[in-house]
């Protein structure tokens, strides 16, 4: 079992931006599908970005063109770059990877 540690997340202003990274304790090589989760207040947990394999990320249509998910697999570690934020955007984001989760980290949009 592998695990993940996020890091990154804080309390911006709405237009801000935040970059959440997520690091993990052994390569990322074997892992076929890796991502990005948030749960915002009251609601549940749902897939923000998604990479599988090879292709393109998928997004949630709320953050696209604002939300970049890439992986280093060098530093075995896989970001977000969140920009433009809303407040709607508030929530706990958790790193994925296939069965693997991590403790979530905090992200907070509000003026």
Do not use: H
């Not at 897939?47 to 890439?70: C, Q």
């Amino acid at each position: 079992q592998v695990q993940l540690v996020e890091s990154g997340g804080g309390s911006v202003q709405p237009g801000g931006s935040l970059t959440l990274s997520c690091t993990a304790s052994g390569s990322l090589f074997r892992f076929v599908s890796m991502g990005w989760y948030r749960r915002a207040p009251g609601k549940q947990r749902e897939p923000v970005a998604i990479i599988i394999g090879r292709e393109s990320p998928k997004y949630v249509d709320s953050v696209k063109g604002r939300f970049t998910v890439s992986k280093d697999d060098d530093k075995n570690t896989m970001y977000l770059q969140m920009n433009s934020l809303k407040s709607e955007d508030t929530g706990v984001y958790y790193c994925n990877a296939e069965n693997n989760w991590g403790q979530g980290t905090q992200v907070t949009v509000s003026s």
